[in-house]
């Protein structure tokens, strides 16, 4: 084993058993996180076959494919915690126009 | 019938006196929302025959106005008007936009600066932005207004009940054009006065923010 792999190997143990104990997400999640680690891992024990599957999908050298599925993932995820952040500010919204509503009494002002 | 003047501010201390002082002569309800100003604004706002509404947290004016009109919506208002509280706006020009709702003419009246008054100390970039950002609205709401992005309007109550901001900030003044077409609403467009002081123009929204208010649109959903 070359001293990346023990590094890179490594690293994508520790995100998955952090990811695994400190996020309580749907299982569905977890399956997809997981499988997608695992892959990482077979392609960190087995670099060469990333060059065969990257001749295949058109592209040079697997390094390259690696990158660009990166990008990929990178972009999804910017995409999935904007709209997290986006729900989070809505129901922020809506908690202090509740609370802001709630300490004035509308009725009584009124009369 | 109620009608209630909604003035959202934001860190205006330096205003919201003078421009509480200019409505009270009007004689109609007035709710301020404070949406979490770090300065004296709620202070001062507290001292004038106001409904007082305080976001704890700054949520943008879209919001505010969106609390404002709850709350109308709650007091069971017949009419509501938007009013800033930078004092662009005029309150004599108030009247002339609750007119063609008493009358039953419109739902929903908005304000523009650019019918019949000519404009004073609009700069020629401004002015250029606001050409843009109404095209830009009639792309994408069906809608083309004289004037894209102008903070005064009047509702009647069934507009107050068909109207929901969603946008937190500045889009909101598009994302009305959204409803009104949705929910088929009689609009209808008058001149207003629009006051362009140094204050109100730091305050405004500079050009940068156009392209926000855009993005905003486009990907609203």
Redo the contacts between chains.
Sequence with gaps: MTKFQVVGIASLLFILISYLRKFRRPAIDKIFIGLILAMGIFFVLYPEVTNQLAHFLGIGRGADMIFYLAILGFGYLALVLYSKIKKL??Q??KI??K???E??D?NE??A | MKTYIIIPAFNESSRIAAVLESLLSLNYSMIVIDDGSADDTAKIAATFPVILIRHELNLGQGAALETGMEAARQLEADYVVHFDSDGQHVASDIEHLLAPLQKDEADIVFGSRFLEKKPSGLTFSRKIILKAGRWINYLITGILLSDAHNGLRALNNKALHAVHFRQPGMAHASEILYEVRRKSLRYLELPVHILYTDYSKQKGQGILNSVNILFHLLFKR
Aim: no cysteine.
């Design positions: 500010e809505d922020l919204t202090i126009r609370q802001s509503l300490s004035i509308l002002k009124n």
